[in-house]
Every structure is written in C-alpha cells, then in structure tokens.
C-alpha cells in the first residue's frame, strides 16, 4: 500500500507541478502586460518555486563533457566497460591524462540516491586520475528473475570491480560504502589477491557509528530490526520491471533526510523564491541544480538495505571483529599494505566525527606510515566530497595520498605482469 499511495500521489503532484509552471510561464511572458508588476510577480515565482519542487525526477545524466586542467580544456570520455543487473561500472578520463596516470575505483553510496551525486568528485578527481564509478541501479528497474542482493553481493561487486580495473588501482569510498569496501580490501589482503588496492580513501564513512552517534544512528538503533522490516519495506508494483521486487523505496530515504534539516531546507526554497523575485538567476539555477540531484531519488534492494542496518548500524560488526562475508569471517587483520586515509567533516550530521576514523584503529597490522587522517574543517556531510571546499582543501590531500603509493602501485603490477 505504501508504494501505491506513494504513486498516486506522485501522479497527482506531477500534474500540479505542469499546471504551476505554465501557469509562472503565463504570467511571466513578455506579452502579459502586468509581468514582473508586483503581485504578479510574486504569484509566478512562487509557482515556479513550486513547479520545481513538485517536478518528477529520473536518474540524471553525469553531463561531463570538458574538464579543465591547468587552464587547458580536454573532451572527458565516458564509458560503460561492466554492465551488471544491480550495478554497471563507468570509466572517465580525457586526452590530457598520462598513459600512467593512476586508476581509481570511486565507489558511491547505495543509499537512495544516483552514482551522480559525486559528480563533482568524479569531475575533481579525474583531473588526475583515470576514474571508474560503480553505477548503482535502480532496484525497481531490476526484474525480480535477477535474484536478490545483498550485503555479500555489493562486497563481490566491489572486488569484481577492482579484478576489472586490474591491479595497481586506488579506491575511493564515500559514506555508506566504505564498510564494504573496508571489508573487500580485507578479503582480498587474506587472499593476497593481486588486485587489491594500493590505498583506499574513506570519506564520512560509518565504520564504526559508536563513535559520536548522531540523529541517523540514533534512529537505526532505537527501533528492533524487525520494525525496519514491517515498516519501510514495500514491494515495488506492477508498473515496473522490478515489480514484486521488495526494496527499501528511494522517496522514504529522501524523507528521512529532508525531515532531519526541513527548517533548512524551507530556508532554501524561501531564498529560491527571492532569488526569483530579485532577478538572481545565477543563485536560483544553482539551488534548482542542487535539488534536481539531491530529489532524484532510486530504491534499494530490501536485502541489502536490512543487512545494512543489522551488521552496521545495530551490530557494529566490522569493527567488533565479528562481521561475515559467505560465511567466513572478515579479519581486518589480513590489511598489511593497503595504506588507508581517512577524511571525516567536522560538521557532519550524519556521519559522526570518529565513526571513519575508527578504520585506522582497527587495522592492527597495518603500519602508522600508511595510515593518515584528516578533519576537514566547517564541513558537513556533503561538501566532503562536493562543493569548493572539496576541490580546493580536501582533493589535494587525496591526490598527495593516491601519488604517495603510486610508485608501489606500478611495482604491484609489473610484478603481477611479470
């Protein structure tokens, strides 16, 4: 029922939004004798304040067509080199990269938004880099024949990804997935696996939410696991390919987030309205932009969302040593010579500060000079990895960590080829 009201009442906001916008259209156009004449004018943008926040969203484009460095302009390249049921892999790099330039697998969050919420980052970072994303899909798109997918699967997802990329490479993690990507790097260290990565970059990650528990834990561990079950858990309907598929829905995690910072995000939509009413195009396109990504919003698989919740959030099982892959046990223990960065924001609100940087705690027997930590400062959960603080403060210390073990990725893999 929950997913059913839910489209209706999409429909129903849908052709609200296209009534509100050709009404703001109307009212606004050069031939209407009282456009941008007070009333009317603060009738049309508050339509078209709402039109936008109303508007129906698909998954957005990445739209990288030119990068600059160093002042030069190069065509970015975007290919899709796996395509999985759950999840394809991108690679991005233009003419301006070395033949040796370093590989790095970003892997994005499965968390209710589109791989192209790091935008930004894959654009900062493939100034330098050659860069593959993990393309999460959409479960509801994904038909129910594909099977299910869980905690096991992203984690053999994640290597998979990494066997492609060949060995030498880096990897990047943000937010949610740098529990899984901890745990593939053990597994693969345990197994001497010649692609494991050189370094892995942790950004705003809940390694271990013990730490400095904020409003998201919280929520994650007041409630018995079977509340989630029964009470967020929906089956996707017959409207999509995914139909019978049971997913944790995007628009319940979009809610969620929306409701921990509604007073800000009604003070953003009111500067929207003034920006319009000031004329201000340059700052409303820039807030629309931002809720154009931020409301695009995709369904995870419910197998992979409840594990989540038990192993991570309730159980803390990585960094308690206790947490399994198909049966047998992580050990962090197995992580000799990946070198690990950690980068937490100190105004994060939904990782806390402490919760990635507990990686370096639990990685005994790796040495102090590959482990590195950094607090970037008046920084909240997303200008870790998007915004000016990101490409000006906190890239720079990625690139120096990837450049620093870039000489031994290069051994790795002549020493694999050889």
């Known amino acids: 029922m929950l997913y059913k009201a839910y489209e209706l009442q999409r429909s129903m906001m849908n052709a609200s939004s296209a009534l509100a916008s050709m009404t703001a259209d109307m009212l606004n156009h050069e031939r209407n004798p009282w456009a941008g004449i007070g009333p009317t004018h603060m009738m049309a943008s508050a339509l078209e304040v709402f039109a936008?926040?109303?508007a129906p969203r698909g998954k957005p484009a990445f739209g990288l067509r030119v990068i600059h460095v160093d002042g030069a302009p190069h065509a970015v390249k975007e290919t899709t080199v796996i395509t999985r049921p759950?999840?394809?892999?991108?690679?991005?790099?233009h003419d301006g990269l070395p033949k040796d330039a370093p590989r790095l697998l970003l892997i994005a969050p499965m968390s209710g938004h589109y791989a192209t919420l790091l935008r930004g980052t894959v654009e900062r970072m493939m100034e330098r880099c050659v860069v593959y994303v993990t393309d999460w899909a959409d479960a509801k798109y994904v038909p129910l024949a594909e099977g299910i997918f869980d905690l096991d699967d992203y984690i053999d997802y994640v290597i998979g990804f990494l066997e492609h990329v060949g060995p030498g490479a880096h990897v990047m993690a943000v937010c949610q997935p740098s529990v899984p990507a901890l745990a593939a790097t053990a597994i693969?260290?345990?197994?001497k696996h010649p692609c494991r990565p050189v370094s892995l970059t942790m950004m705003g990650g809940p390694i271990d939410t013990r730490e400095s528990p904020t409003a998201v834990n919280d929520h994650a561990v007041t409630k018995p696991h079977v509340w989630f079950k029964h009470n967020v858990i929906?089956?996707?309907?017959?409207n999509y390919p995914g139909e019978g598929r049971r997913v944790y829905p995007g628009f319940v995690q979009l809610a969620s987030f929306m409701s921990m910072n509604l007073g800000s995000h009604m003070m953003s939509h009111y500067k929207l309205y003034q920006h319009l009413m000031q004329g201000a195009d340059d700052s409303a396109d820039a807030t629309k932009t931002f809720y154009d990504e931020y409301r695009a919003v995709c369904d995870l698989p419910a197998e992979f969302y409840l594990q989540t919740v038990d192993i991570v959030f309730q159980r803390h099982a990585l960094p308690k040593g206790e947490m399994l892959h198909r049966g047998k046990a992580v050990d962090l223990n197995a992580i000799t010579d990946t070198a690990i960065l950690c980068i937490e924001g100190e105004r994060d609100d939904i990782s806390g500060i402490g919760q990635t940087?507990?990686?370096?705690?639990?990685t005994p027997k790796l040495g102090d000079d590959m482990k590195q930590y950094f607090l970037?400062?008046?920084?909240?959960?997303?200008?870790?990895?998007?915004?000016?603080?990101?490409?000006?403060?906190?890239?720079?210390?990625v690139e120096q960590w990837i450049a620093k073990f870039e000489k031994k990725a290069k051994s790795r893999k002549l020493t694999v080829v050889a």
Do not use: C, Q
């Open 376 to 397: 970037a400062p008046e920084v909240g959960h997303y200008g870790i990895f998007n915004g000016s603080r990101w490409r000006n403060s906190i890239a720079p210390v």
């Open 52 to 54: 936008h926040a109303a």
């Open 86 to 93: 759950f999840g394809d892999l991108k690679m991005f790099t």
């Open 188 to 191: 693969m260290g345990a197994e």
């Open 234 to 238: 929906t089956t996707v309907p017959v």
């Open 357 to 362: 940087k507990a990686a370096l705690k639990v």
